[in-house]
DNA sequence: CTTTCACATGAACAATTGTTCATGTATTAT
DNA sequence: ATAATACATGAACAATTGTTCATGTGAAAG
């Protein structure tokens, strides 16, 4: 028989017919998504899709304050969906894993069929 | 400096170009990303992948007001990612499609790695 | 027809969030 | 040391958002 339940969690079995989802693992997803669901970081995480970019060429590219877009790198490092290197006074942000990179395509992709 | 906009377009291209994101898929895809920013609408679309479930069901599960269920039921009713059937006074949610499988299901890997 | 059940929805309030403005920090040049 | 450049950050304000409370709607039962 094929069973259908979420090969996601694996808890202490509660009732056979519905598991309540865990409270934290929804938290930190929403969470994540939440980071994503922000014109400004979104359009920073698309134009990082073709390699690293220093903050003046992101906000340029943006067509936003240097300010509104170092607030959101800042919020895109904490959650580390973003890296970045210093060279001089310039600061280099690059997107920190493939993950990202899957996630957006995959938003693209549900919009665009 | 004085950056020009691009005549040619391939915008959906997996590598897009280093230019000023479109405007209308980057604002179209952070509205779509911030459905799934709510604890109270992941969790919903979290039982969901196990299949059906009326409004009382999901309630339930999340130890949420029937209320509450309802108003983000409509959310992600208007974002299509849930559809639903009525059967006398019991109306019944399911995911819309696989995207939301799989978005999810991305989310959780991000998280699990 | 009236009641009950399952769900939907409007209003209002609190909480969260993103931007701007001003200022702070770090690095390099003069 | 002083200035200039590149970026970071705190405070404050407006806007958005999610919940609760109360009520409304549609369907089946009595």
Redesign the pocket.
Known sequence: MMAKKPSLSAEAAPSPAAQTPDEDLMYDLA?LF??F?????VKILYVLLNGEK????I?ELLT????????????L?QAKLVK?R????????ALADDHVRTIIGMGVEHLTE
Chains 1, 2 share one sequence.
Not at 37 to 41: F, K, M, P, V, Y
Not at 64 to 75: D, E, I, W
């Open positions: 969470e939440r980071i669901g922000d014109s400004t970081r220093c903050v003046g060429e906000s936003a304050t240097q300010s509104a877009v170092s607030h959101q790198l800042r919020v490092k970045y210093r060279e001089g006074k310039t600061v280099y942000y």
